[in-house]
T-cell receptor, first 110, second 115 residues
Framework: RKEVEQDPGPFNVPEGATVAFNCTYSNSASQSFFWYRQDCRKEPKLLMS?????NEDGRFTAQLNRASQYISLLIRDSKLSDSATYLC???????????WGAGTKLIIKP | ETGVTQSPTHLIKTRGQQVTLRCSSQ?????VSWYQQALGQGPQFIFQYYREEENGRGNFPPRFSGLQFPNYSSELNVNALELDDSALYLC??????????????FGEGSRLTVL
């Protein structure tokens, strides 16, 4: 089992729709969680951190469920520019290394 | 722009050859991490350098080696190239070890093709 797992997609979603991704992690000692965005053939960029109480940044909402060991990302009112691969990142287990999921590809269609 | 620059952007090598990839970190950052990203996969941690010393290593063989210089720029060296080494190599800089903030600033990567 991979340490961080994501549905690879692609998710094909019409513009304006709401879309949600989940990411599961295997190490219960994991401490910090993040969502990164990666455009095609570009480098990853931090989208948002994920806090225990959940957090929102504009159209984006991130949540953490420690009991079930998953994090989620919700995108509301999706835009064409949201098309990208969304990578889940987990830190923890004592070595402070970032463990990356393989990413979920999102395609927003007009 | 992140201020992290990598060179070369693209290169082609043959099996058995050696390659050196270079990275200039963002001003003020003393930590550099290297990642390998195969097509359709997330980045895989190779190693991290903090103040010129290796500060953590992923599951990569010894033929992957690195350096960090006094100005915090860094090199990744790969010896005896194999076909599976074909990937995008990403350099990321941060101001502290990544465990503190999780925010890494990536360069645009060096795309290596091994034939």
């Amino acid at each position: 089992r991979k340490e961080v797992e994501q549905d690879p997609g692609p998710f094909n979603v019409p513009e304006g729709a709401t879309v949600a991704f989940n990411c599961t992690y295997s190490n219960s000692a994991s401490q910090s969680f993040f969502w990164y965005r990666q455009d095609c053939r570009k480098e990853p960029k931090l989208l948002m951190s994920v806090y225990s109480s959940g957090n929102e940044d504009g159209r984006f909402t991130a949540q953490l469920n420690r009991a079930s060991q998953y994090i989620s990302l919700l995108i509301r009112d999706s835009k064409l520019s949201d098309s990208a691969t969304y990578l889940c990142v987990v830190i923890g287990g004592g070595n402070y290394q970032l463990i990356w999921g393989a990413g979920t590809k999102l395609i927003i269609k007009p | 722009e992140t201020g992290v620059t990598q060179s070369p952007t693209h290169l082609i090598k043959t099996r058995g050859q050696q390659v050196t990839l270079r990275c200039s970190s963002q001003s003020g950052h003393n930590t550099v991490s290297w990642y390998q990203q195969a097509l359709g996969q997330g980045p895989q941690f190779i190693f991290q350098y903090y103040r010129e010393e290796e500060n953590g290593r992923g599951n990569f063989p010894p033929r992957f080696s690195g350096l960090q210089f006094p100005n915090y720029s860094s090199e990744l060296n790969v010896n005896a190239l194999e076909l599976d080494d074909s990937a995008l190599y990403l350099c990321a800089s941060s101001s502290r070890t990544s465990g503190d903030t999780g925010e890494l600033f990536f360069g645009e990567g060096s795309r290596l093709t091994v034939l």
